[in-house]
């Protein structure tokens, strides 16, 4: 939905929706956020218009640079298959693992 809570779609009263996640089939912002949900959890994700549709939009329905308003939950994850190692970053990073050769922050005393 829109900032204003005006609603521009939604999945009430239909099954839940299947999407492929970190495979840009869907807006940076979803595949970022759920990438750190789990079954059961739900979130209000405030996506900012760069990852949402961005400066273009999605015509006719979100004008450009629209911030969008989610309601999220995690009803179901299936296991993605192998990455092929070419498709992967340098070193095999996956997300949510720092660099290869980063030291993690200590703490200030």
Do not use: H, N
Request: hydrophobic share 35%; no cysteine; aromatic share 8%.
């Amino acid at each position: 939905m829109f900032l204003d809570s005006i609603p521009f779609d939604g999945s009430e009263g239909r099954p839940p929706l299947e999407v492929p996640v970190g495979q840009g089939m869907v807006i940076p912002g979803w595949d970022e956020a759920i990438s750190y949900m789990s079954v059961g959890t739900k979130a209000s994700l405030i996506v900012p218009y760069r990852l949402a549709y961005g400066a273009r939009g999605y015509r006719p329905v979100i004008p450009p640079y629209t911030t969008l308003l989610f309601e999220l939950e995690i009803v179901k994850l299936d296991k993605m298959p192998a990455q092929d190692p070419s498709m992967m970053p340098p070193g095999g990073a996956q997300q949510g693992q720092p660099p290869q050769g980063s030291q993690p922050q200590q703490p200030k005393k």
